[in-house]
T-cell receptor, first 113, second 111 residues
Framework: DAGITQSPRHKVTETGTPVTLRCHQTENHRYMYWYRQDPGHGLRLIHYSYGVKDTDKGEVSDGYSVSRSKTEDFLLTLESATSSQTSVYFC????????????FGPGTRLLVL | DAKTTQPPSMDCAEGRAANLPCNHSTISGNEYVYWYRQIHSQGPQYIIHGLKNNETNEMASLIITEDRKSSTLILPHATLRDTAVYYCIDTADNYGQNFVFGPGTRLSVLP
């Protein structure tokens, strides 16, 4: 399995509080991604990064921000959590040997009350 | 929205081959076909991918039709641990390409 960890794995928070999720990789891959998965919607891309300090928006970026200060870490921040952001969040990486296969982390379950 | 279409569910007897179809009606010449699976609530797991030719690895075989409008993932000897949701995706070979996951096919391997 690709060396990807996500923290925390589970979190319960209240509406209006800030939340930061961390994705850490040990593969030195250039690209990192944040997805959310909800029933009936499959996985949807939130943001992605194509290098340190280089990020771009995905399909459902409203309400989320990201940062990447080191190759190995990609942070997803919910500035003011809402109940609609209750979801399972997956991080992915790609960039092995010039191919774009994405490898996914174990996920973070977030419940916003 | 997903660019591929798959049956919502399939059953397969343990030990038999599981053949999962996918339609890629809008696939273009430089787009690859990828297959992933998701077991319960784990992260999606990469299975196999291809462009034009059939491919095989330790997990599965991928058959792509000559017109590339459909593909079939074959699990040659399905086990109970292969019960999962299987996703097919077509995507261009450029970094940062959004992998659009549709609802997939829920495969149930029955004892």
């Amino acid at each position: 399995d690709a060396g990807i960890t996500q923290s925390p794995r589970h979190k319960v928070t209240e509406t209006g509080t800030p939340v930061t999720l961390r994705c850490h990789q040990t593969e030195n891959h250039r690209y990192m991604y944040w997805y959310r998965q909800d029933p009936g919607h499959g996985l949807r891309l939130i943001h992605y990064s194509y290098g340190v300090k280089d990020t771009d928006k995905g399909e459902v970026s409203d309400g989320y921000s990201v940062s990447r200060s080191k190759t190995e870490d990609f942070l997803l921040t919910l500035e003011s959590a809402t109940s609609s952001q209750t979801s399972v969040y997956f991080c992915a990486i790609s960039g092995i040997q010039g191919r774009e296969t994405q490898y996914f982390g174990p996920g973070t379950r977030l419940l916003v009350l | 929205d997903a660019k591929t279409t798959q049956p919502p569910s399939m059953d397969c007897a343990e030990g038999r081959a599981a053949n999962l179809p996918c339609n890629h009606s809008t696939i273009s010449g430089n787009e690859y076909v990828y297959w992933y699976r998701q077991i319960h609530s784990q992260g999606p797991q990469y299975i196999i991918h291809g462009l034009k030719n059939n491919e095989t690895n330790e997990m599965a075989s991928l058959i792509i039709t000559e017109d590339r409008k459909s593909s079939t993932l074959i699990l040659p000897h399905a086990t109970l641990r292969d019960t999962a949701v299987y996703y097919c995706i077509d995507t261009a070979d450029n970094y940062g390409q959004n992998f659009v996951f549709g609802p997939g096919t829920r495969l149930s391997v029955l004892p």
